[in-house]
């Protein structure tokens, strides 16, 4: 048995000093507004596993109206998806998540982004594509007013 998700999430940009990606912690000259640590590829990517199992979405099981979630880790919210995943004797076939913003330049924090989710997951290094992209300056990525991602994952039933 297989089970197929997709998530998609945006972050506008505040005044800052850095931004968090995939738990990765990158210095630019603005961060991204949240109500947890807004990183926007780990809330796409939980939204797709939370997706694969038809569970709702992030903001159902961790609402910003909480205030438990005022500035969180958004590695717990994936942590608790990937529990869900494991409870139902399934587990992550690969990972494809797409960070969509002009800047920063993601290319540099690519490797890094790949073993934090590697280890976050936990899943193999070589089942995980992180892609970066832009909008060719058109939209809200474009105007560098925020990043958006979408993931990809597929879920299989252990051995
Ligand atoms: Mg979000």
Redesign the pocket.
Same mark, same amino acid.
């Given at each position: 048995m297989f089970r197929i998700g997709t998530g998609f999430?945006v #972050?506008a940009f505040k005044a800052g000093n850095s931004v968090k990606l995939c738990g990765v912690k990158i210095p630019f000259h603005r961060s991204l507004a949240?109500h947890s640590d807004?990183d926007?590829a780990l #809330?796409a990517l939980t939204d797709a596993i939370l997706g694969a199992l038809a569970l709702g979405d992030?903001g159902l099981h961790f609402p910003d109206s909480d205030m438990k979630w005022k500035e969180a880790d958004s590695a717990i919210f994936l942590n608790w998806s990937m529990e869900q995943v494991k409870k139902r004797n399934l587990e992550l076939s690969n990972i494809d998540l797409t960070i969509i913003c002009e800047k920063p330049k993601i290319s540099i924090y690519r490797e890094q982004m790949k073993q934090n989710l590697s280890k976050l997951c936990p899943l193999e290094y070589d089942k995980i594509n992180v892609k970066a992209t832009t909008t060719e300056r058109l939209g809200f990525t474009g105007r560098e007013e925020g990043i958006a991602s979408i993931c990809s994952i597929l879920l299989h039933e252990t051995d």
């Amino acid at each position: 048995m297989f089970r197929i998700g997709t998530g998609f999430d945006v #972050h506008a940009f505040k005044a800052g000093n850095s931004v968090k990606l995939c738990g990765v912690k990158i210095p630019f000259h603005r961060s991204l507004a949240g109500h947890s640590d807004a990183d926007v590829a780990l #809330h796409a990517l939980t939204d797709a596993i939370l997706g694969a199992l038809a569970l709702g979405d992030i903001g159902l099981h961790f609402p910003d109206s909480d205030m438990k979630w005022k500035e969180a880790d958004s590695a717990i919210f994936l942590n608790w998806s990937m529990e869900q995943v494991k409870k139902r004797n399934l587990e992550l076939s690969n990972i494809d998540l797409t960070i969509i913003c002009e800047k920063p330049k993601i290319s540099i924090y690519r490797e890094q982004m790949k073993q934090n989710l590697s280890k976050l997951c936990p899943l193999e290094y070589d089942k995980i594509n992180v892609k970066a992209t832009t909008t060719e300056r058109l939209g809200f990525t474009g105007r560098e007013e925020g990043i958006a991602s979408i993931c990809s994952i597929l879920l299989h039933e252990t051995d």
